[in-house]
């Protein structure tokens, strides 16, 4: 399944707009890498889904360069507040 594919399924079941954005010039990986990374997208959206509240979420996968690619998922949410732990 295509990071695209699942966008789409997951916006018929969430009812959250998947704005979804995949360079053409995607690096060559492995099946194991690109399993890793299609996982890594999979939870994003998952907890988009499940805790952010959000109506509208976008996706990008972008190629920067021979050695660096980027991933991001921005959505309308409420977000979250950080917390430290002290030990």
């Not at 010039?25 to 889904?49: D, K």
């Amino acid at each position: 399944m295509s990071v695209r594919h699942l966008c789409e399924k997951l916006e018929e079941i969430s009812h959250i707009r998947f704005h979804c954005t995949v360079t053409d010039r995607m690096p060559v990986w492995n099946e194991t890498e690109e399993l890793n990374l299609f996982r890594i997208i999979q939870e994003c959206l998952t907890n988009i889904i499940k805790h952010s509240g959000a109506t509208e979420a976008d996706i990008n996968m972008l190629t920067l360069d021979e050695h660096r690619f980027l991933v991001s998922a921005i959505d309308n949410g409420r977000g979250f507040q950080m917390q430290t732990v002290e030990s």
